[in-house]
Each structure stands twice: as structure tokens, then as C-alpha cells.
């Protein structure tokens, strides 16, 4: 290398050493953050807080699950009873009820309306017919059918009946007054009878079907005392019979039957509340089925179609089981079996950080980052199988589905986004086993949970746009769909089954990918963390602070692209990351808006108010960009790491142009303070007739006045863009640029900043140095290249020829005038 340190190198700095992983936590220097971040004790503690935090989420109060046995599907493995038991089958009890519901007859009410409203109809018959008689007699027999036809068609039609009014007249012609009213009243008294006896419907019991008809019939007082009840077409033979009985001859008893079967209806009516009632009565006489099964018993055989029954049977025998066991939520066999094999998978993952992470290891913030992540996941599924379990009790066929709603990829997605796909791989790991264990130790949603959390964590990492955590999400459920189908058909599960479980996993894992993007700013608001979605944000050029600089500062802000060029070229060179530097590189000069004239860059037509300040003053006002730029990020909430930047893009460098300008003015003013000058002592001067002079110390000019406050680069990037800062800015100072000027400019550069030990605090390897020299001397070198001059049209070159003519005449004739011209 071009440049070298005379002082001891720091430990830092020493070659092949390493520094924070990519993309990682940039956070400051202070003691607090070290000690949370390197400490062993965090450390631990950490990790028994996790264990214990896991534990008491997933398991505590855990019942097992047995089994995994669904409806209509190949039973996967035989259950044996290992004792005896019995238990109340509500399946079998239902069936009983049913059944014998279906054998309660219908329960009909008697009515006696249809009755009365004939009998009325009789009544106003007879007294029509009398009317008639008295106001139509007289006139004629034709006059008295005519008036008697038009009052029993309107009676006819008050009460609704399908009667002839022709033959209620050939009943008044056939009976006298006398004997019509006999064979009224007997009539009536028949039809009474009749309803007493009850009448009811045919429709209903030929609806029973062809067999015996079998009813209930009860009375007014609700009692089942009728047992003459006949059907409609009965009740009109029995009516025609004693109408027979009371005619003299047929052709009577064919008239008084036609009226008088007019008052024949059902009034035996179907009451559903009584026939609730006897169903009610028959069913509190049944007793509950109970089935007893022996230790040793099959309960059910591998590959048995699952019926209703069978899941009734295994339910009651796990719930027996349960009870027989130890109901301690801490001490019983399952917990205690959960819990061992989860610290025995959390004791390999903790070795495996420790030996093959070590990277993570050394960062606390980032295991405290996936350790939430992952308590996160695990909560949210423990409280969806739980709600699940309690909302579908009752519904098996969902119930099976359950398992596939689980977000298992939630983990996965954002430790691979915040942390790195390492971390994200073991997240999905913890989350898989410990879900499986939750499903009682079932092998099966471990894959699939695994397998769903690696392709989510692996398609988010390196992420830059929110939409593309949807994607991962989405291709987490599209994996988790396939292997659980690939599963199910394996098992022998039906097609219909698999469908449904395919698309719940689809489902779940778009909504995965939704929750992810919700969740990820509160984890870097948490965290202090920076992703590159958020970088990636922030490079818009319609940011309001980039806007402010393009209009107010625009000199700086060409700076700070060309100083993002720089750096994110370099970035790339050694693996660190091109888009942080080239967002902080956007930002790193903001607090040169509050006073834009100040800085060279941004002067015009030659006014520089630095000629009317002090070198201190001047001095102070560079210096004090800085701390304004670390205010506008702060107003603005720009990301913590872009603060950090703006604090250390100049570390504690001296501010060379204004010290040597002190310097130089305390000089000048030490030169004139010593200059001889006359003194009289007592109004006369002294006795060798020469004047006496005062010796002034020189000032003293103090460095610190001239420091930026700091602190010095504590990370890559941040060196990265503390070197191309200075490289941007002395390289506009370079007359020609040649690749020797170049290179021994920023040699120059990296050599004062190395003696300067602006380096000490950060974990760059010279390695890295001078991949960041190289890179820089290339990137300069393209930045201000040159360009050939255009050729020239012969109008162009005359009218210069005759320029150069004009400017020699005129010096000949200035020569000429000054009596310079020399003779010829």
C-alpha cells in the first residue's frame, strides 16, 4: 500500500480482523450499547428468558391431543384401550330420540267452527224461506221460487258454500214447513254428533303413506278421549246413512243430503305444539345409551374408514384418559415431555451460534430481534389453535383444517429481512419443532412447517420493496399447500380434504405476508433498525429534504451524489452494503441548509462571507453543519443509522484551510507586535538615542478550535463515506487529472486520516483499505474524465484567425504608443 500509519496500528485494524456483518445493527459507541450487545451475561440471560417465554406460550396448560384422526379418513394408526371404561353416547342417544320421534302419531284439536257457522246458515235459511213466504205467497208460486232462488244465492255466498240454490227450492217443494224444520233439526243434530265424534283430513295421513293411519286426537281440555274420529270421506257415509234414516224416500233424503253435506268439514286440526309436547313426553322416558368397552379392546383399526361413532368412542377415551392422569398444569408427563425436548433443541441451537455463528453470537440486539420474532409467532399460533379449538368443538371437519392456519413463515419472513437468512433458517426451525410438539410430536407439521418458513425467510431476504414480503409470504403458503397435500395423498386422505386444506394454507400464507409488512416498521422502531426497504425509500429524490437541498444548497447536493458514487462502488468492493451508503451519502451534508453560502460548493460570482469572519468564527460555522444536520435528521426521523453518519462523515478531522489561516494571522500579528517603535520614557528618548520595542509572544492557536466534534468512524460504511467525502471534495482541486495525481492524492488522503487516527474506532482491515483506495482512484478517474475537443468549422477557425489579427494589431499600436516598438 501507498500509505502507512507511524503510530501502533489499532487492534482494529489489524489485517484479516473482522467487523459487524452485513446489513447488521449500526448503532453508536456507547458503553451501554457495547455492554447489551457483547455481553455474556446478556447473553444468557437472554436465553433463559427465551426458553422459559417459549415454554410457558406453547405448553403451559396444553392438554395432548392423541391422535390425529379426521372424519371420513383412513384411520392412520389402531388405538387400543388400555383400561376399561364407559361413557354416554350422544351419537346413539340422538339416534334413539330420533327414532322414536318418528314413531309419535301427529297430535290433531277438535273444533266445532265449521258447525256453528252451518248451523247459523240453516237458521238464516229457514228464516229467509219464511220472509219469502210471507212477502211472495201471495203473488204466485213463480214469484216466491225467484225471490227464494236470489236469497239463498246471497246466503250461499256469505257463508262460502258450494251449493245449487235450485236445490234448497226442490227441498221446499218436496217438504212441507213443517217437515223441512223436522229434517233441519235432525240433520244438525246428526252433523253434531258427527264433530263430536271428530273429523279429520285424508291429505295428511296419505302423505303417511299407505299403511295404518295413526293419529292422536285431543279434545277441547286437551285429552286423548276420541277414538270415533273418522276421515272425511267416513264421516259423509255415515251422514248419508242417517239421512236415509230420516227421509220418507230417497228423493228427500238425495236433497237434505246435498244441503247438509255442505256442512261437513274436518275439524280435527293439526296442533304442532301438542304434537311437541308428545314428542317431548317420549323422549324424557328415554334413557341415555351407554356403551362400555374392556382394557385391551380395539377402539379402532389402522386404515378404518373414521366414522361419527369412532370419533365419539376416541373422544370419550381421551377424555377419561385425561382425567385419570395427572391434571397438574406443570407436572404431568406430556409438559415435562415437551419441555425436554424443546431445551434440548434450544441448548444444539445455542451451540451452534456459539461455534458457527459467531458473527451473530457477538450481537445480542439481533438473537434479542429473532428470540421476539419467533415468541411473536408462537403466540399468535397458540392463539389461534386455541380459539380454533373452542370456536370448532363441535364441527370435526374443520377442525382438522386448524393446523394449516397456523402463520408458521411469520418468524421466518421477518428475521430474514431484519437480521440475515442464517438467523432466519433457525427461527424457522424453532418454530416448526416447537409447533409439531405442540401437535402432539406430529413429524409431519414439522416439514411442512419447516419447509413453509426456509422458502419464506429465503425469498425475503435482501428484500427492498414491501409488496415483495406479500410474495414471500405467498410462496410460504404455496409450500406449505404442496407439502401438505403431498402428505394427505400419501395418507390416504380424500381429495375433497386435501383441497380445502391446500387452499386454507394459500389463504394463511398471503395473510402472512400482509401481517409481515404491518409488523416490520414496529420492529425497526423498536430496534432502531434500518432495513433496506426503508434505504430503498429514502433514495426517492422527491424527499422533501433532497428537494430543500436541490433548490437551496445545490452545490452540496451535487457533492453528495458524486460522494454516494464513491462510496457505494466501494460499498460492493468489500461486501459492504452500496445502498446504506449511498442513502447516508444523499443525507450526510443536510445540515448545510442552514447556511448554504458558507460552503465553497455553493458560492456564486465570487462573494465568500468567510473574507469578513475570523478563522475560529469560520471555523465554528463549518464545524456547526454537523450538529444542525444531526437536528433536520432528527426533526425529519430519519433512520438512526443515516444520524450516526451525518455525527462521523468527518470524525475529529482539523479544519486545515481556517487553522493554517490562523495560524498564519497569529503569526502576522506576533511580526507586527514586535516591530521597533520610538518610546519615550519621561518625554525624552533613551541615552543611546535609539527607541526601545516590547517582545510579544507569539499567539497560540489552539487545535481543538478547529476539530470537528465527532466521533470518528465506528463502522464500514461510515468510513467508506468519511474517506470519499474528502476524495469528492479534494479532487475538484486537481489542475490535471492524470491516474499518478489521482492516486497520490487519495493516497495522501487515506495517509493523514490513518496518522490522524481517525480509524481507531472502526473495524476496517488494511485489506479492505485499500480495496476502498483502488476503487476510489477508479471511480475518480471516470467521474472527471476528459473529453477530446469537438473539431472546429472553418467559420469558427477565420473568425478566430481574425481575432488573434485584431488582438496583435493592437499590441503593435500599444507599442508603438509607449515607445517600446524595438527598430527594424
Known amino acids: 500500500m501507498a500509505f502507512f500509519r507511524k503510530k501502533p496500528a489499532s487492534r482494529k485494524l489489524k489485517d484479516g480482523s473482522k467487523g459487524p456483518r452485513k446489513g447488521g445493527n449500526r448503532g453508536d459507541a456507547s458503553a451501554t450499547t457495547r455492554f447489551f450487545e457483547t455481553s455474556r451475561l446478556i447473553e444468557l440471560g437472554l436465553f433463559m428468558l427465551f426458553s422459559a417465554l417459549v415454554v410457558s406460550i406453547c405448553f403451559l396448560g396444553q392438554e395432548p391431543k392423541g391422535p390425529r384422526i379426521l372424519l371420513n379418513q383412513a384411520a392412520p394408526t389402531r388405538i387400543v384401550a388400555d383400561f376399561d371404561f364407559e361413557y354416554e353416547s350422544k351419537l346413539l342417544t340422538e339416534n334413539a330420540a330420533a327414532a322414536a320421534r318418528a314413531q309419535v302419531p301427529p297430535v290433531f284439536q ?21 220472509r219469502n213466504q210471507i212477502e211472495f205467497e201471495r203473488e204466485g208460486p213463480e214469484a216466491f221460487e225467484a225471490a227464494l232462488a236470489a236469497t239463498a244465492l246471497a246466503l250461499i255466498e256469505q257463508y262460502q258454500l258450494e251449493l245449487e240454490p235450485q236445490t234448497i227450492i226442490e227441498l221446499t217443494e218436496q217438504a212441507s214447513p213443517r217437515e223441512r224444520s223436522t229434517l233441519f233439526n235432525d240433520a244438525l243434530a246428526v252433523l253434531k254428533s258427527l264433530y263430536e265424534d271428530g273429523i279429520y283430513s285424508p291429505s295428511r295421513s296419505d302423505a303417511m303413506g299407505s299403511g295404518v293411519t295413526v293419529i292422536q ?14 276421515s272425511l270421506d267416513d264421516a259423509l257415509i255415515a251422514l248419508r246413512v242417517r239421512i236415509n234414516s230420516l227421509s220418507r224416500d230417497s228423493e228427500t233424503a238425495r236433497v237434505l243430503f246435498d244441503v247438509v253435506r255442505e256442512g261437513l268439514k274436518p275439524n280435527l286440526l293439526y296442533s304442532a305444539s301438542g304434537t311437541t309436547r308428545a314428542i317431548q313426553r317420549v323422549i324424557e322416558q328415554l334413557e341415555p345409551v351407554r356403551i362400555a368397552h374392556r382394557a385391551g379392546e380395539t377402539l379402532i383399526e389402522p386404515g378404518a374408514l373414521v366414522m361419527p361413532a369412532d370419533l365419539e368412542r376416541l373422544a370419550a377415551y381421551r377424555t377419561i384418559e385425561l382425567k385419570d392422569r395427572n391434571t397438574s398444569m406443570i407436572f404431568n408427563l406430556a409438559f415435562l415431555e415437551r419441555v425436554t425436548l424443546t431445551l434440548i433443541l434450544f441448548i444444539a441451537i445455542y451451540i451452534y451460534v456459539k461455534q458457527g455463528l459467531s458473527e451473530l453470537h457477538k450481537r445480542n440486539r439481533a438473537i434479542a430481534i429473532t428470540a421476539v420474532s419467533i415468541l411473536l409467532n408462537l403466540l399468535i399460533v397458540r392463539i389461534v389453535m386455541e380459539l380454533g379449538e373452542s370456536a370448532l368443538v363441535n364441527n370435526r371437519p374443520s377442525l382438522s383444517m386448524l393446523p394449516y392456519v397456523a402463520p408458521y413463515a411469520l418468524a421466518p419472513i421477518l428475521v430474514a429481512v431484519l437480521v440475515g437468512s442464517a438467523p432466519a433458517v433457525l427461527s424457522a426451525l424453532i418454530v416448526a419443532v416447537v409447533f409439531g410438539l405442540m401437535q402432539n410430536n406430529s413429524v409431519e407439521f414439522i416439514l411442512i412447517a419447516f419447509i413453509s418458513g426456509v422458502v419464506g425467510g429465503f425469498v425475503s431476504v435482501g428484500t427492498r420493496t414491501r409488496s415483495r414480503l406479500v410474495r414471500a409470504g405467498a410462496m410460504a403458503g404455496a409450500t406449505a399447500a404442496i407439502a401438505g397435500a403431498a402428505i394427505g395423498l400419501i395418507n390416504g386422505y380424500s381429495v375433497g380434504l386435501v383441497g380445502q386444506q391446500t387452499l386454507v394454507a394459500l389463504i394463511v400464507g398471503l395473510l402472512t405476508g400482509i401481517l409481515a409488512v404491518g409488523l416490520l416498521p414496529i420492529f425497526e422502531s423498536l430496534f432502531k433498525i434500518t432495513t433496506e426497504i426503508t434505504l430503498l425509500e429514502l433514495t426517492d429524490f422527491n424527499h422533501p429534504l433532497l428537494r430543500r437541498m436541490q433548490m437551496e444548497a445545490p452545490g452540496s447536493y451535487h457533492h453528495s451524489l458524486m460522494v454516494a458514487n464513491l462510496s457505494e462502488n466501494a460499498a460492493a468492493t468489500i461486501g459492504a452494503s452500496p445502498l446504506l451508503c449511498r442513502v447516508c451519502c444523499l443525507f450526510h451534508d443536510i445540515g448545510k441548509l442552514v447556511k448554504p453560502d458558507y460552503f465553497t460548493e455553493n458560492q456564486h460570482e465570487g462573494i465568500n462571507p468567510h473574507d469578513a469572519k475570523n478563522p475560529s468564527m469560520s471555523a465554528l460555522v463549518i464545524k456547526a453543519h454537523v450538529k444542525e444536520g444531526v437536528e433536520i435528521a432528527r426533526k425529519n426521523k430519519l433512520p438512526r443509522v443515516i444520524v450516526d453518519v451525518i455525527r462521523q462523515h468527518h470524525g475529529t478531522t482539523l479544519i486545515q484551510y481556517f487553522f493554517h489561516q490562523a495560524k498564519a494571522k497569529a503569526h502576522e500579528d506576533h511580526e507586527g507586535a514586535n516591530r521597533p517603535f520610538p518610546e519615550k520614557i519621561n518625554g525624552a528618548e533613551n541615552g543611546n538615542g535609539k527607541s526601545k520595542g516590547k517582545t510579544h509572544t507569539p499567539l497560540r492557536v489552539e487545535e481543538s478550535t478547529y476539530r470537528y466534534d465527532g466521533p470518528k468512524p465506528q463502522f464500514k460504511e461510515s468510513a467508506i463515506i468519511f474517506f470519499a467525502d474528502s476524495v469528492e471534495a479534494a479532487s475538484r482541486s486537481l489542475k490535471k487529472v492524470t491516474q499518478p495525481n489521482v492516486e497520490d492524492l487519495i493516497d495522501r488522503i487515506f495517509k493523514d486520516r490513518i496518522e490522524d487516527g481517525q480509524l481507531d474506532s472502526c473495524p476496517l482491515t488494511f485489506q479492505e ?22 473539431p472546429k468549422s472553418d467559420t469558427e477557425k477565420a473568425a478566430e484567425r481574425e481575432k488573434a489579427a485584431q488582438a496583435e494589431e493592437s499590441k503593435v499600436a500599444t507599442d508603438a504608443a509607449s515607445g517600446n516598438q524595438q527598430p527594424i
Do not use: C, W
Open 110 to 130: 277438535r273444533t266445532f267452527e265449521p258447525f256453528e257457522n252451518f248451523r247459523n246458515f240453516i237458521n238464516d235459511l229457514n228464516s229467509s224461506i219464511a
Open 217 to 230: 286426537l285431543v279434545d277441547e281440555e286437551g285429552r286423548y278421549n276420541m277414538p270415533n274420529a273418522r
Open 769 to 790: 483499505l485499500d480495496q476502498i483506495r483502488k476503487s476510489f482512484i477508479y471511480t475518480v478517474l471516470n467521474m472527471l474524465h476528459a473529453r477530446i475537443e469537438y
